[in-house]
């Protein structure tokens, strides 16, 4: 009966959603976001950075300074947000831990990256 059709696909979702599915959904979103600010940061703070170097006119020494001072001040919070951007908590034992090539699995239980059932 088509009338009965979307409590059925209904019904069928939540037979699919393993325990950890809700967790690695949310994590896929909080994920999605945290690099597009990284992104914005990235593009944003060089265009801050070249536009402040404009502004200041002809580098002197003081100038120089300035504008170094503003690279690492950018460059320290945009490498802790990309850290951040990185970092996992897993659903069975809270362990927070930083994306890696390699490192996919949480060290300290060993429950993959989106494993949906324990
Ligand atoms: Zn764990």
Known sequence: MLGNA???I???ADSLMGLYTEHWNRYR???ARATLRV???LVGGL???ALLGFLLGPLTDVRMAILGGALVVWLVGFIGMAVRANGVDCPRCS???ARG???IACPQCGLKM???DP
Do not use: R, S, W
């Open 114 to 116: 989106l494993q949906e």
């Open 29 to 31: 979103q909080h994920n």
């Open 39 to 41: 992104l914005a940061v």
């Open 6 to 8: 979307p409590t059925d």
């Open 95 to 97: 362990t927070k831990y």
């Open 10 to 12: 209904g019904k069928k």
């Open 101 to 103: 090539k390699y490192l």
């Open 47 to 49: 265009g801050g950075i």
